[in-house]
């Protein structure tokens, strides 16, 4: 299956999920999924103009998008440069430098027809070279991408990324403003894959005098362009008046650098007027509950906390006892009691915002039998087995809230004649080390998606020998039908493989899915067309973002 990695949101979002849980999670009733509350604005006329002010909370290591890993760099890379494709705030693929694309060999090739009016920040035209160029490197830049494994489908791209060849054979020129892309076989997230942020296009020439110097002074195609970087101040950017898909609105972007995530200072500075947005953290909400005028979005995100059940260990071998202990967790209630009501009971794998989950799926939830608290799961395993269990989860936060999660968890558990003990390793390397040893038997855990495609949930955590798979979870079927949905290029027949996928996985209940994070961004009444992604409002571009004046308002 290639090379892997874990994904990058998975480390770079361990701090705000601390932040996340250890924070109280005030939720207005009046939330909306994937909106904007803008009640009683009125008609607005787009104006164009004005600078948006917005908060990174620590300093980016680097501005080129091969080497960002983390969210800070990310929210900048995605106003400098342009991929070959971009996703919708729905997450669908739609055309960015490449106009127009064919998919020919039935999945197999990929030809890109690139916009003729695409130039670099220094004026030079996008060519087909600076594509290759730009997709080659990501095969061999340290560390590895999380697209590397699928960039690794290219024809001869593993020949490459070992340094056996200095070119990668199924990368062509076929002329200036066309690309062929050959992969060794059908692989249906490759698309989904090039849009990602690593995948900008960078100017081949201006990266070849120096990686280090373009790290810090970047040159993209982007609808802004770079201007200054004073570290752990402000990151500053301007309007790019060639774009190929027209001028921004905005005159300019400005970074606010809160190095350390000073929480506490954004919340001022947004109350003040000094900034444009502000990440919706716990009691956030509360204490802007009397502004006047503000703009809350909510929308599911492409992530998951779950616990993952050690499925090998003799307390948790057995599947229908792993069964019972998700059917005694009521999610509603638990939602409810410690989280206030902001997030989306889990009752399946995949996100309900995840793109190829069918409707259908969403309706009914596959695998809802599995966690719906019923009469017939609630008599006790004592009754059954005549002495009580003792099972242990392990936790990697220590918050008020993971602590309230886990005590409402106990005493369900202790309904069915559970002893859980739960044990807290605060330090991350530690409580990895820990579930990947012999001792874990159940662990509280949060997964955040490379990108919007269901592979990017079901083969790092279930297929066999992922190396984040620390359930042990093994099931040949699961395997077989995870590389044949990689290479089923028909929607609805891939949509049906993960179905399947799911069922497969959730009758054995290797992890009880739990709760479905957010992504919750509060605006000022000025920030007009703001509209993040289940991605997150990092992945948001800003090019058609604008700022009402007064005179704007009908």
Not at 406 to 417: D, I
Request: net charge negative; charged share 20%.
């Amino acid at each position: 299956m290639g090379s892997y990695r874990f994904p990058r949101l998975m480390f770079i979002c361990i701090g705000f999920l601390v932040l996340f849980f250890i924070s109280s999670c005030e939720q207005s009733a009046e939330k909306k999924a994937g909106t904007i509350n803008t009640a009683g604005q009125g008609e607005k006329q787009v104006t164009k103009g004005g600078t948006y002010h917005a908060p990174l909370l620590n300093s980016p290591a680097t501005l080129d998008p091969a080497y960002v890993q983390d969210q800070y760099g990310t929210a900048v890379v995605q106003q400098l440069f342009d991929g070959l494709v971009r996703f919708d705030p729905y997450l669908l693929v739609l055309p960015a430098l490449a106009e127009t694309w064919q998919v020919e060999e039935q999945g197999k090739s990929y030809r890109f027809t690139l916009q003729k009016s695409a130039h670099f920040h220094n004026g030079e035209q996008v060519t087909a070279e600076d594509v290759i160029f730009s997709l080659s490197r990501l095969l061999r830049v340290t560390p590895s991408p999380a697209t590397l494994p699928h960039l690794l489908k290219i024809q001869g791209a593993q020949a490459y990324h070992d340094h056996q060849t200095e070119v990668v054979a199924g990368l062509q020129a076929i002329d200036e403003h066309t690309v062929l892309i050959q992969l060794e076989e059908p692989h249906a997230p490759f698309l989904t894959a090039l849009g990602m942020y690593q995948a900008k296009i960078v100017p081949k020439a201006v990266v070849l005098k120096s990686e280090e110097e373009f790290g810090r002074n970047p040159v993209g195609s982007g609808p802004f362009r770079f201007v200054s970087w004073e570290p752990d101040k402000r990151i500053r950017l301007e309007r790019y008046s060639d774009h190929f898909a027209g001028e921004a609105l905005l005159d300019g972007v400005e970074y606010k650098i809160y190095p350390g995530v000073e929480i506490d200072q954004i919340l001022t500075d947004f109350q003040n007027g000094e900034l444009d947005e502000m990440i919706v953290l716990g009691s956030i909400r509360k204490k802007l509950s009397s502004q006047k005028d503000l703009q809350w979005f909510h929308r599911p995100a492409l992530s998951l906390m779950f616990y993952g059940l050690k499925v090998d260990h003799p307390n948790l071998n057995n599947p229908e006892f792993r069964r019972k202990l998700s059917a005694a967790i009521d999610r509603e209630k638990l939602l409810n009691e410690v989280y206030g009501g902001q997030f989306e009971p889990a009752e399946r794998i995949l996100p309900p915002v995840m793109p190829g989950v069918s409707q259908e799926s969403k309706q009914s939830g596959t695998g809802a039998t599995h966690v719906t608290s019923s009469t017939t799961t609630s008599s006790t395993l004592k009754e059954k087995n005549g002495d009580t269990i003792s099972v242990e989860i392990v936790s990697g936060s220590q918050s008020a809230y993971a602590q309230a999660e886990l005590s409402f968890v106990r005493q369900a558990w202790a309904e069915l004649g559970i002893d859980l003990t739960i044990k807290y390793i605060t330090d991350w390397s530690q409580f990895e080390k820990y579930i990947n040893s012999d001792k874990v038997q159940i662990f509280r855990y949060a997964w955040f998606a490379d990108m919007p495609d269901p592979d990017s949930f079901l083969d790092p955590l279930f297929a066999s020998n992922s190396p984040a798979n620390f359930m042990g979870f093994k099931d040949e079927k699961v395997n077989r039908l995870l590389l044949s949905a990689r290479g089923e290029s028909d929607p609805a027949e891939r949509t049906a493989m993960y179905r399947e996928i799911e069922a497969l996985i959730m009758e054995s209940t290797p992890i009880i899915p739990l709760i479905y994070p957010s992504v919750d961004r509060v605006y000022t009444s000025r920030v007009q067309g703001a509209q993040p992604s289940a991605l997150g409002a990092d992945y948001m571009p800003l090019h058609r973002v604008w700022i009402k004046n007064d005179a704007s308002t009908q």
